[in-house]
């Protein structure tokens, strides 16, 4: 039997706060400190592994943090949510993102069919479709060849995939599956659409519609952009697009694309990579052989998600600790830093991962709740970081809480070697370096030089980033972001923040405003 | 005569503590609000404005933010930096970036020469060489011109010089000044500098390198990166690198270069956007003219930097805003929101420009402080972040300061209508909408709907961005960071904190690590 309660009704949260604090620039010194990097770790999916040696934990902390996964059901919540219960209950739907790369548990049967099914069925009708796109079989009107691939869409229709995308571009041209370009419009900015659409040949591209409603207002307006580019170069706009959206929108069924595949309201955008939000355009842009090496990887991250024993459970215990650092520690953001260039827009996506579920001041009842939720998340690639920001988080007034990502070989391949090591080395030198002067600082009599040190991260170190190791980095934080939304009894899979917005904008543009917002309007010259 | 005091120090900021904290959904509704959003503007250079009607600030707030800005003869110390007194005390060095653009008081000579002619003096060799780059006059070893600027750089020499150019690539090719193409080698990740040479023709490529001492670590080692690769092409690298450094650094007089410009010590990374270091991939992007442009409307909003009052000084009201809103108000966060896909990486180039400056424990004297000072930056461009982070920022648990951006124009002007507005003005409805949204929130019976409101909030607002508008924004924002520093009593000029990373990862590389350092090392395969 589940029950939703509220973290500061926990036993084991008051438990929690009563632990010793952690000393983390003394337990990460000498013997002891080697010791905790070859043991506080777990193994993740696709060889990789989260390392959690230098967060501020220890043994007693670990142990309060297990009761808490124990008293909040964090396993039996990720059950229920997997065999199809009712866990989105703002919007009273299931959450079945899993099910777009595996089957957890029992059968889920929703809107009459079955879900893994339905989901596999989407895979293969894109896979299908973009072999076929490959092969020449589908065209444009002049029986040429498509070259480039161009995704409409907003938000979760595009931070994700163009993230994945982006991180798996030179692995693909490298491994020699790379097949199409791959663009994306998604700001009503028209700058955004013309800009794009004057890099690209129209003529040769093939034009993706991600709308899961059908009705979000900046891709339906950046759509009657694209087919204005395609009209005036004579070309027929049906012919050039395919439509991502549920069987229930509007798109669904329209004349006006080669093809539609779906998703369903049990997918949030947020949460959609994996399905065919991200399956169409990286299925077109690497093939979709590659796009099932992505899935295999989250479905393997997401078997490890069921672990009860928060060690050997990686997602469930970077929950935990990330839930310390916020509501005992205190520290109200989260920086993301992937040592690697191909994450480029990795924390933009988990930016929306992470915020948009878990920024909530109520409960999954509605009900106001007396504790911080979501930390702010940013973050940008290493060493780039380094020689930017970096300065606040070693040596700034707030302590900001570290998410490294690692690995050891690169892409490309391409290197160079400089006084006696590689870009490489140097590149993976960097991060070992900073998470030590991080946690252990360094004393200066010159109060300016001092480093507290102090300051806590983790790191997921890989071999290569691979489409497996990408799909198993991305269902990490998926499910970590799924299990804080338990701890803090919220809805992690609705978005009711973002509508007063929408209903203000549209009171704009039909002029139907006063006060304050009359004059803003006046101003912006609407 | 100045004195530095820490912030807590002063009767003003005691004062300031005391004063009644403004309810902003309410006099931000009605008649009052509109007022307050025609009162609460100052104008800025090109076209520019700054309002703060949505701050929470009023009548008395700002009567005791002027004192606070008395109190620390903030206008006083801006005349003595930009005068040339030593105002970063960490390293001894006068602080000259604004000399890079005008000259605001007197002639200020150092390394015995009189220091505004010597910037102008780079910035007209500057213009000369990328007027003969232009013109085929420079070219290729076969005598072919160069179609391409490659910068390696890394932190102020990427950052900034990137964020311009990606902010006026559509301007310049809408108003015929695009002369070349782009592009960017920064990260020590060896897939960084390989997908950039995968992607041009180096061929007909010219690579600016810029280090101000001559020995940044990755900025070297991409070097050596892109020389392999001209030399594997069989091309003459000298014949297709330039130097932007000191004068005093190795690069300065080697003959490895087609010419060298120089920027000094006097002039941060982080601060050197209008300076050689953007002034060289500026130049030779779209010419020299338009990044003249680029620099007048530094000037210009430099200028009203100088006012003593802080209601016509819009950098330094909004320093002192948002001091308040760190130290009185406690938010430990702001988010930077340009309504402009142009402005796609403003924010990235803001965050290092803020944390860098301002993330500081010691006061200018090197003694620990006892409040806290820079907080942590992030943003993305509306409007893509109202489908991704906005949820938190409306409805989370912790209040986020914003700093929007708007323009009323595009820069392409390539627009479409549909539901009877442009996508120009839906964008500019939506960040109108938003201001208010944040402000006033709207009740709702249903809790998960309900907006609290109270949530502060600016705008920059201007016709277009212009290089002269891009300008006011930038020195707007240097401007500002530069007071919260007098404010908060830190030196905004060094760096310490990125010391350490570097001594540990040299560390590493050579094998000379013990303990966690080690087994971190071992683990990444170094």
Redesign the interface.
Known sequence: MITWNNLDKLTSYQELAKTNKVKLAEV????N??K???NYSIPMAAGL?Y?Y??KQVDEEVLAALGKLAEEAQLTEKFEALYNGEVINT?EKRLVLHHMTRGQLGDAVEADGVDKRAFYVEQQEKIADFANKVHAGEITNAAGEKFTTVVQIG???S??GPRAMYLAL??WA?KNNTFKMEAKFI??????????VL?SIDVAHSIFVLVSKSGTT??T???E??VK?ALKNAGLDASKHMIAVTSETSPLAKSDDYLAAFFMDDYIG??FSSTSAVGGAVLSLAFGPEVFAQFLEGAAEEDKLAMNKDIRQNPEMLDALIGVYERNVLGY??TAVLP????LSRFP?HL??LD??S?????NRF????D????????G?????G?????????????I?PLQFV?F?N???G???V????????????????????F????EDE???????GGRPSS?I?GDQLTPQALGALLAHFENKIMFQGFVWNV?SF????????????????AHET????????D????
Chains 1, 2 share one sequence.
């Open positions: 990460m010194s000498g013997e400190g080697a905790r990097v070859k592994a390392n040696a230098a703002g907003i938000g979760g595009d931070l571009e030179n041209k998604s700001n009503v900015d028209p700058d955004d659409a013309a800009a004057n207002l900046e339906l307006t950046n009657s952009f204005d955008g947020r109200p953001s040592y690697s260039q191909a933009a930016q929306q915020m948009e878990n920024g909530k001041s109520v509605g009900e106001p709740i504790y911080v939720t979501g930390p702010v998340i940013f940008e690639p290493g060493t780039n380094q020689h930017s920001f970096y300065q606040l988080l070693h040596q700034g007034t707030d900001v690692g050891k690169s892409q490309i391409t290197d160079v400089i006084q006696d090591s590689t870009s490489q080395q140097k590149l993976c030198a960097n991060v070992a370096a900073q998470i030590v002067a946690a252990c600082g360094k010159n109060r300016n030089k001092n480093f507290e790191i170190v809805n609705d978005q009711e923040g973002v509508q007063l917005g929408k209903v203000l904008a549209k009171r704009v543009l006063d006060g304050a917002l009359k004059v803003f309007s101003l912006l010259n609407i």
